[in-house]
């Protein structure tokens, strides 16, 4: 493994080569300590459980994560911009990556810099000027009347049991259902505004719009006999939303509207259950005219996202951990996403202004299309809340190169599957016309990762990368020019497929 890894190594730019050794050395050490150091960095109430039990050692993980995050090193990690850095950090991510892949052991985790000249005074500026926005305290509904649409709230309870919320602007057109991605909900659809969010352009042409919203986020936290309160709740991965939760809202929104079929328009983790549906569940291609998949995420061997990337190399560690000591949700402000803000972003205003959203820093950023003034609405909707397990099982792709469903170990894989690996998703059964959205500088979804779903989709009729070299995951729902660059090309596909 030393040889592989040196060799490796060596193949970086010769004065990255020592920062790389020293910063791979400084997170072994931290890794020597994981298990403490996942109780004290997911929740508050985790760290003061690790400090109850173990006091000594909870101690002793703490001062050297404040020893790491205060070196030099991690200073220049943090506040040197540029491509070629960025890129060396993510060769050395790919290492250990690779490692693991060969022996199974744990990786070292990655801090991936942000990439971004920004002039501070104007951001906090126009950040400001958004702070009185009431958009930002109104519910989703009351946002869609307010924006001039009528709306309706409608529920469907899934096969095991979990009660969903949609929101549907009714229309006189053809059915579009919205998928939100990870940490998302039917708001991400909404926030941007009347002029720019997909619900409301779709609205203003006349289709009938409905949002859908998977289990656990905050408008489906209900079960018909768990509550979020119980582990069982949380048990749940993209799987489940593709296998029970998609097909439950498609059934209902098609029978609700007396349709055969609909157009649905999928982000990021949207996409992904999309394709987990019609791999799994590949009589409902039927029911599908057209999918259109902004960001598409199933393939994730190039992913960049530091939490993903963190959670890639000990999944079943962190997820068994977690487990024991009932951490089962993604919480918004939780110690883990408090360090990567300071990893990633540094300290000072503009930290806390950009940095302190857990999507944010899950999915990455970018200030070309970034609208920083519509900020404040967008945090007042997002996160929405996830499974630990959603995230886990994005971080199991990492290490498997496959699209498959998630791994529980050898032994359970054994008893679930018939087999010691999970089962790859037959993504070739998926029969229903797919167009794939993608760009260069998406942390979830790599142009190398998509060219192989693309691949072995059988009825991918149309693949479009977004021109422009600094447009990011978030960009696909948000971008300033969103009309422009995203929903023309939608618009036109919509209508090829009605």
Sequence with gaps: MNVRLCTRLKDLRSDQFTRAVMFYHSCVMVYKSVFVLILSLCTCHSQLLADRLFPNLAASTREITNTLTNHSLFKFLTKTAGDVFADTVYSITRIPVAVVRAIGSIEVPSIINVR??????????????????????LSVDKLIVKYGHPVEKHEVITEDGYVLTMFRIPGNGSVVFLMHGLLGSADDYVI??????????????????????????????????????????????????????????????????????????????GTTSFFVMGSQRPEYNAKIDLMIALSPVSYMSHQRSPPVRLMAP???????????????????????????????????????????????LTVGFGFSEL????????????????????????????????????????????????????????VEKISAPVSLFYSNDDWMSHPEDVDKLYKRLVNCIDIYKIPHEQFNHLDFIWAKNFKSIIFKRVKKLLKAFT
Aim: aromatic share 10%; net charge negative; charged share 20%.
């Design 192 to 269: 941007a505004g009347p002029e720019s969010s997909l619900a409301c352009l779709l609205a203003n042409d006349g289709y009938d719009v409905w949002l859908g919203n998977a289990r656990g986020n905050k408008h489906s936290r209900r079960h018909i006999s768990l509550a979020p309160s119980e582990a069982l709740f949380w048990d749940f991965s993209w799987h489940e939303i593709g296998n029970y939760d998609l097909p439950a809202m498609i059934d209902y929104t098609l029978n609700t509207t007396d349709k055969k079929s609909l157009q649905y328009i999928g982000h990021s983790q």
């Design 371 to 426: 609208n920083v003034t519509n900020l404040p609405v967008i945090y007042g909707h997002v996160p929405s809340g996830a499974s630990v397990k959603q995230l886990a099982h994005f971080g199991q792709e990492i290490l498997s190169g496959e699209f498959r469903q998630y791994d529980y170990g050898p032994k359970e894989n054994k008893r679930k599957y018939g087999s010691v690996t999970p089962p790859n998703y037959p």
């Design 116 to 137: 971004n000249n920004v002039d501070m005074d104007r951001i906090l500026a126009e950040y400001a000027s958004g702070l009185a926005n009431e958009d930002a305290t």
């Design 314 to 360: 000990g999944t079943s560690i962190i997820d068994t951990t977690l487990k024991s000591f009932g951490v089962y949700e993604i919480l918004p402000d939780s110690q883990i996403f408090r360090i990567l803000r300071r990893l990633m972003c540094g300290v000072g205003p503009l930290s806390q202004v950009l940095c302190s959203n857990a999507l944010l």
